[in-house]
């Protein structure tokens, strides 16, 4: 028996930064999840998919990842897709950065 379709979004790392983006309903990325295009539809989903993927010029490895309607926007529903949403890791730079320096100015 097929697995039941689950809501997801279209995802890819940026191809000159690495920065993980997300595909918007207007077909473009963004670097926040909240603004990514929340898929419903499986054949839709793939479809999405493949528009990601001919942006080969601008993104790098895209995918499919589950999500869920959130009150922002879709949210991510598994620790990778969550970890991603923050930035690299490796030290604080990017996302990381910018968070470090609002939280000093509170």
């Known amino acids: 028996m097929p697995r039941e379709f689950t809501p997801k979004v279209v995802t890819a790392n940026r ?3 690495g920065d993980a983006v ?3 309903a207007q077909g ?3 670097t926040t999840m909240d603004e990514a295009e929340l898929i419903t539809d ?3 989903a793939d479809l999405r998919l493949l528009e990601a993927q001919a942006q080969a010029h601008l ?3 895209a995918y499919l ?3 869920k309607a959130g009150a922002n926007g879709p ?3 598994h620790f990778r897709e969550e970890f991603r949403t923050r930035g690299p890791s490796n030290y604080a730079h990017g996302k990381q950065e ?3 320096q609002e939280q000093q100015h509170v």
Do not use: N
């Open 28 to 30: 473009t990325w963004s």
């Open 75 to 77: 949210e991510p529903t």
């Open 98 to 100: 910018t968070a470090k």
């Open 15 to 17: 191809l000159l930064e």
């Open 59 to 61: 993104i790098a490895g």
């Open 42 to 44: 499986e054949a839709h």
């Open 65 to 67: 990842a589950d999500a």
């Open 22 to 24: 997300w595909f918007t």
